[in-house]
């Protein structure tokens, strides 16, 4: 219990402490119970969550007491943000979401055990307050002062979007939140991406006031990459934790392309390698950055822990399969749609000719060039390779009834796929 801080430090993942002496203090003489809130604005959470969903299961496994909270009332809300008014969605819709989000944390954290994690979802309070009770008990410890000068709300006062006031009460609903857990639990710690800081000194406040109580608050910070830029989005959007939505393929590679510059910092936020694992591949990089073997084990590690160890093994064997060290036929067929998920694609049938599906896939410009791809040995099906300009496309080589790898050369792919 004592270390955990200085673990969170190491792995950068400490922004903001309400008061980091006495957080230690309480932590090393725990356990402490604490939690951290997820809003279903969304059918999936994405990676961005991971980094609360693994700071939590850090403090679990130092010996503290979690509490998972998904908002089915936040989420009929709706946090502000810079962008303007969300949509607001229907209340089936959001406990939907609920329902999948619960499904998504529960594998990260113990359920049993003397610290076992708990779920909580804020609507169970909220939807039995009235108007009245919640401006008597909870608003009037809130100062219009304090409210505006958030950071969040003074940029959307100063849009041309403005905010309702729908959304400018989030932060008293979610202060209400550490209040209830507080009371219900003894919840003394409250986790959130720095871009909650606000919202966490909301509860803080709220509980110093009502109840005369000190507790805490500690937020991550947003995970960035080495130039800046924002993390957590592909080519295709953000990177869902749904394999509906995101596929385990898709998944792995989003981590495996990540940057020379970066990938120390992500194995330190989003795996449970050792500090010795981890300076070891920092080595690797360094001197070895050509055999990626940063990128494979930070793949690997984020992949199992969000699709399990089976599905890893599959992207894996899919990916070596594309490139012609696997048999593609060996493929599952959602493994296998998702490794040409990505893929430049052309509409076929059995019977097509390979010539035109190469120039339909823009793996080359013409006809010619197809023929002479062909001839020079370097145009594959299925990693098979194509040996006469005229070869059509077979009803066996559409795998699984759908999709057939197209490769010219060594690295560049496309996929035919069935009408």
Known sequence: MTDVLDELHWRGLVSHVTDEAAL???LSEGPVAYYVGFDPTAPSLHIGNLVQILTARRLQDAGHKPYLLVGGATG????????????????DVVAGWVDRIRS??????EFSGENAATMVNNLDWTAQMSAIEFLRDIGKHFRMGTMLS???????????????????SYQVLQGMDFRELHNRHGVALQLGGSDQWGNLLAGVELIRKSEGVAVHALTTPLITKADGTKFGKSEGGSVWLDPEMTSPYAFYQFWLNQADADVVNYLKVFTFRSREEIEALQGEVAERPFRREAQKALAGDVTTLVHGAAATEAVIAASAAL????????????????????LPRVTAKAGDLVVDLLVGADLVKSKGDARRAIKEGGAYVNNVKV?????????????HGSYAVLRRGKKTLAVAAAE
């Not at 809300?77 to 969605?89: A, F, H, K, V, Y």
């Not at 950071?151 to 400018?168: M, P």
Request: charged content about 30%.
């Open 150 to 168: 958030k950071e969040i709300v003074a940029r959307r006062l100063n849009s041309e979007e403005g905010i309702s006031y729908t959304e400018f």
């Open 104 to 109: 998504q944390i529960e594998p990260f954290l």
């Open 76 to 91: 009929l809300i709706g946090d502000p943000r810079d962008s303007g008014e969300r949509t607001l969605n229907s209340p």
């Open 24 to 26: 230690n203090t309480a």
């Open 387 to 399: 040996t006469a300009e005229d070869q059509a496309l077979a009803a066996e080589d559409l795998l």
């Open 323 to 342: 490139f012609g060290r696997g048999e593609l036929g060996e493929l599952d067929e959602r493994t296998l749609a998702g490794a040409v998920g990505e």
